[in-house]
């Protein structure tokens, strides 16, 4: 007795996992990852076929009988083409860009379609509803955006999506679940309102004053990040590969924004500060560095450096 | 059901040139019981055809839900007078063209537009209960394309705005179905009905 519960328990478990299968992208929709019910407009369909019927039967009448049983194989043969609208698709979730708490995170996924027939009405589907909806061409590929609100910092995990289509009639509708492996980092939110960045690190003195632009020291190999302002414009004018200016100043006095020094404040607090400095910090155009526990940024500015550094204070545990 | 949210603020569910080839196809199929409809369900499901057209040209809303459950009663008992039952074959046909013509007026919501095209098979194929000529079978076998490429489009979230895009896949689709008709029509079980 026990045994054959237990063997029909495994049974439904193999039937739930099946029915639960989730494809981790990057995947290609394949034949046994994707699933095909009739919609509720395909039960009406079949519920308009079965008045016909009755009327064939009911008026013995070859032809009314032809029409129905010719609208039963149309939708049936619509199964092959609903599913075959998703087989081959190769489905790619793209690394979505960063975003501060608060606003919308953009999980963008890419569909190719390999195949030589255009893949009409694919769509992007989360808890039965419908979030975004796109064509994909032949020998071509398209693109869906998932949008999620963000309330805490850190990496987003992105829920697990549907990619379906009821193309061609919409009688049928044929999905794959799919698990998106880019997770969105959310750096935290800033601090508002005047919050003025620390002193240098020789306090003051001489930083008064200075636009950080006075000492020029050098040319260096311009790097992406680098602030317009001191890119060397003349020398890009020569035809010559772009240079920025290294002015003394930036070099000298880097800030420290530094964990250990807002004691005073909560852990989210100090961070909301710390962020909102190096957004200010690397506004201005200065060179900073970052203090956490059990971390140190060195100094530098750009936005690889900007981004490094809200990466740490977004991943803080 | 889900609350009926005001056409402006989606957009209308077809474009005009979708809505305009729905309206003249539902006619198509609607045409030739004509000849067998009293004279006043001709006048409203021609009225209710150009009402629509109208609405959907102008932007205007569509008629309020009372008046149409007003048609739709009054449609109804109209055609219970002239036949004397609301089922068989005249009395049904009949009550066919005024659903159709009355739903034209109520396509809020995806579902309706399904619900026409429906219609429009019945009314399709209901006119084999009154001709079997070679040239009905090939009006009717068209209407009947016709109505399939128009579902192709019309129960797209958002629909193309050709109507006509997806007419090749639908020919593709209706000769690959002749086979499993055949196979159906000759070995689908038929209940026999002794009178």
Known sequence: MTAATSVLRRQA????????????????????GIYVLPTRNGLMFAGMLFVLWLTAINYGNNLIFAFTFLLASVALVSILHTFRNLRGLQVTALPPEP?????????????????????????????RTLIDLTDVPARSHAGLLL????????????????????????LFHAWSTLELNQPCLVYPAPETGPVPLPAGASSGGKRQGRSGQDDFQELRRYRPGDSPRHVAWRVVARGQDPQTKVFGGENLMPIWLDWNRLATLPKEARIARLCRWVLDAEASGQRYGLRLPGQEIAPGSGAEHRHRCLQALALLP | M???????????????PTLTTLLLITALAAAPHAPRLPAWLLVLAVGCGLWRYWAARRGERLPP??????????????????????????????????????????????????????????????????????????YLAL?????????????????????????????????????????LFVFFPRVAVTR
């Open chain 1, 13 to 32: 478990q193999r039937w739930g996992l099946r029915l639960g299968r989730r494809l981790a992208t990057p995947a290609t929709l394949v034949y046994r």
């Open chain 1, 99 to 127: 975003v501060f708490v608060g606003e919308t995170a953009v999980f963008p996924l890419q569909l190719r379609n390999d195949s030589s027939v255009a893949r009409p009405a694919v769509g992007l589907e989360l808890e």
């Open chain 1, 147 to 170: 949008r999620r609100p963000t309330l805490r910092r850190g990496l987003l995990q992105p829920p697990a999506v549907r990619i379906f289509t009821i193309f061609p009639l919409g």
């Open chain 2, 2 to 16: 889900t609350a009926a949210a005001p056409t402006s603020s989606r957009g209308p569910l077809l474009s005009l």
């Open chain 2, 65 to 138: 839900g009372w008046l149409r459950t007003l048609l739709t009663v009054g449609a109804a008992a109209g055609i219970y007078l002239e036949h004397g039952s609301l089922l068989g074959r005249d009395p049904g046909t009949a009550l066919l063209v005024a659903m159709a013509a009355l739903k034209l007026l109520e396509m809020r919501q995806r579902r309706d537009v399904h619900v026409l095209m429906y219609l429009g098979y019945l009314l399709a194929a209901t006119q084999f209960l009154y001709d079997q000529s070679i040239g009905m079978i090939v």
């Open chain 2, 143 to 183: 209407t009947g394309w016709a109505l399939t490429v128009l579902l192709m489009v019309a129960h797209q979230a958002r629909p193309p705005a050709n109507p006509w895009r997806h007419a090749h896949l639908a020919t593709t689709l209706l000769l690959q179905a002749i086979p499993v008709m055949l196979i």
